[in-house]
């Protein structure tokens, strides 16, 4: 199944994206001080059922945040932090490492992350939205496809937003997933 947008379509979510994601990064850098690279998000329709098998070797913690607005905005925010990485943001966040739950830590960043990019989102249309609380989703990788089977599922088409967040300093990246159902989008 393919549905594209018109280019028009595409500069619009381009920017409204590209606003969100600068004000997420800002917020991480400083509370992290430290230097957040960005990398342009990809944007696409697609398939929902398309969604689990671009992740299947991914070896990755999911963290999952849903969202609900006005006028049937709806979604999963899913930040994905690669394991071997989990002990770098837990010394960034000044947690013992001994003694901190490595969910409680990924949750929350997740929450950071996530909330402050969904307020810049809803800020630029108009709308006001309710979370969930984080929950993690997956910590293994032969979870991490059935995670997002159960998420994508519910709906025919999801707009995928996909953006990385590096941080240069303390070789840590994360990528958040952003499921919007596809009829929210194309009306």
Same mark, same amino acid.
């Given at each position: ?95 013992? $490492?001994?003694?901190?739950? +490595? #969910?409680?830590?990924?949750? &929350? @960043? =997740?929450?950071? *992350?996530?909330?402050?990019?969904? %307020? ?30 159960? $998420?994508?599922?519910?709906? +025919? #088409?999801?707009?995928?937003? &996909? @953006? =990385?967040?590096? *941080?240069?300093?303390?070789?840590? %990246? ?14």
């Amino acid at each position: 199944m393919s549905t594209v947008f018109s280019e028009e379509q595409r500069d619009c979510l381009q920017e409204l994206m590209n606003v969100a994601m600068g004000l997420a990064s800002d917020k991480l850098a400083r509370f992290l001080n430290t230097f957040v690279h960005l990398q342009v998000p990809a944007i696409e329709l697609v398939s929902s059922a398309q969604i689990p098998a671009q992740y299947r070797s991914t070896d990755a913690a999911l963290v999952s945040q849903g969202f609900l607005g006005n006028d049937g905005l709806r979604g999963e925010a899913i930040v994905l932090y690669q394991l071997d990485n989990a002990h770098r943001i837990a010394a960034l966040l000044g947690y013992d $490492t001994d003694s901190a739950s +490595e #969910l409680e830590m990924l949750t &929350d @960043i =997740s929450s950071i *992350l996530t909330t402050t990019f969904l %307020n810049g989102l809803a800020g630029q249309i108009d709308n006001n939205l309710s979370y969930s609380a984080p929950r993690v989703l997956s910590s293994r990788q032969n979870n991490v496809t059935e995670a997002l089977v159960e $998420t994508a599922c519910h709906w +025919e #088409l999801a707009l995928k937003v &996909d @953006i =990385s967040y590096q *941080l240069i300093d303390h070789s840590f %990246n994360c990528d958040m997933l952003l499921l919007i159902p596809g009829e929210a989008v194309l009306n």
